[in-house]
């Protein structure tokens, strides 16, 4: 297979590439420096600075002396800001999806629209940044009047995951600036790369003084937990497993933070009776191998009618079985790696287990033969109904597949989850699926189609899967405090 970057390119870019702290406009190289590894070898890229807690104390003290001035700078200004990050992130995309490729694994082409995803959120809170609105009505008993103001809530700690190394900190650091708030970034550990380029690229921006510290970090509790229970600090965004979500929330509580907690999930992906096959093997693919399986909109748990499941299995174990897995930088890959040993070990024996237990492994099961942490495209079906494979999150390429024989069991088997991220239907059927979205426990819903994220569409979900809405019209509001003024 044909190498698409060589060598020299890579260690270019990497020369190029920032690799220490973000400090409120300044970068800071010195302290410890831990390594960055490439998952398609298992081999260090370069060593990154691992900032220390005093230096997160540092960047809070200067997010809060930036705090009034940022409030006080006017919307066309951050939106312009805003608008030219978007025109460099194009401008650098290909610089960006390479790094995206190198630390975190995925084929180019989805660093490709990874990046442009990104670019998306400053483009759209570039506009959002100007529509901040107010309100002013009568009181209802005729007494006075309510003005009601919207203004930046503070200071915000935006904590992001490996699995998207650009988007989900994008997704955080354009609607606070359009709101008027400092940011500090602290990325995953396993990919901090992409971020900090990204930081550079905002500097270039323009981006005023003190409003973005970007630091990467070993000790992700140990960094944050001081700031977490400062008082200055006013918010706290999370984007990552439920596990330390929930763990954050419980220590936001001391300060009563604001939160906003993008967690993980357990997506059921239901193929009905009507469905159009091809559009749903389609809309399966995509759902399932967007980012290898290691997204948390990842479809989780195949759900198909017993009269169709016999052929979507069929079909689905073929397509799976022909996807091209390797470096994500050579040219023809599908699948990339999964991130780490870990998950590569994970996945192994939760195959083998629900294998042990009964089910049937259609396709893949294990890792490849190879250096890199690759794992084969997996489908699993006849898994026994009390087994619980699939009830957490898969995160990886593996599919499993269960049946179901009438409406009412589809929606109780696709709502018997702690999460409630996204949900996928398959129906030609328009009443069937808006009955079925009702009832759904899910923030998301995607009816006949396998990715639905954009900016411009509020991301998030319910119950374990999370609190808050990232994108759309509701994603600044994340970031703002109501104010009511009483007038006579
Ligand atoms: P993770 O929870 O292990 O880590 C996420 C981030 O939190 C990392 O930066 C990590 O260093 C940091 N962190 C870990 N422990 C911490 C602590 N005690 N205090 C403060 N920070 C801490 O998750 P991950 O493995 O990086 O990402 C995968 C998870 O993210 C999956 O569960 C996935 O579903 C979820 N996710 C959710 C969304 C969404 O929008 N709902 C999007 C992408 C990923």
Known sequence: MAEHTDGDEIADLLATTPTGGFL?????EDGDRFTVDDPSTGLPLVDVVDNPPERFLEALDIADRTRESLAATTTHQRAEVLRRTYELIVRDSERLATLCTLEMGKPLAESRAEVAYAADFFRWFAGEALRVDGGYRPNPSGTGRILTLQRPVGPCLLI????????????????????????????????????????????EAGAPAGSLSVLPTLDAAA????????????????????????QLIAQSAEQVLRVSMELGGSAPFVVFDDADLDAAVEGAMAAKMRNGGEACTSANRFLVHESVAEEFTARLTERMAGLSVGRGLDEGVEVGPLIDERAQVR?????????????????????????????????????????????????????PIRTFTDDEQAIAMANDTPYGLIAYAYTRDLER???????????????????ISNAAAPFGGVKHSGVGREGGFAGIHEYLETTYVGLP
């Open 433 to 451: 699926a808006l009955r079925v979205c009702d009832r759904l426990e899910s923030g998301m819903v995607g009816i006949n189609r396998g990715v």
């Open 223 to 246: 960094t944050t937990g001081p700031i977490i229970a400062d008082r200055r600090l006013r918010k706290l965004s999370f984007t990552g497993s439920t596990a330390v979500g929930k």
């Open 347 to 399: 996945l192994r024996d939760a195959v083998a287990d629900v294998a042990a237990a009964g089910a049937e492994v259609n396709t893949g099961g294990a890792p490849l033969d190879r250096p890199g942490w690759f794992f084969a495209p997996t489908v699993v079906s006849g898994i026994p109904a009390s087994h619980p494979f699939g009830d957490d999150e898969l995160f990886g390429p593996v599919a």
């Open 24 to 28: 409120g406009g300044k970068w800071v």
């Open 160 to 203: 992001t995951p490996w699995n998207f190394p650009i988007a989900m900190g994008a997704r955080k650091i354009a609607p606070a600036l359009a709101a008027g708030c400092p940011s500090i970034v602290k990325p995953s550990e396993l990919t901090p790369l992409t971020m900090l380029a990204l930081a550079a690229l905002m500097e």
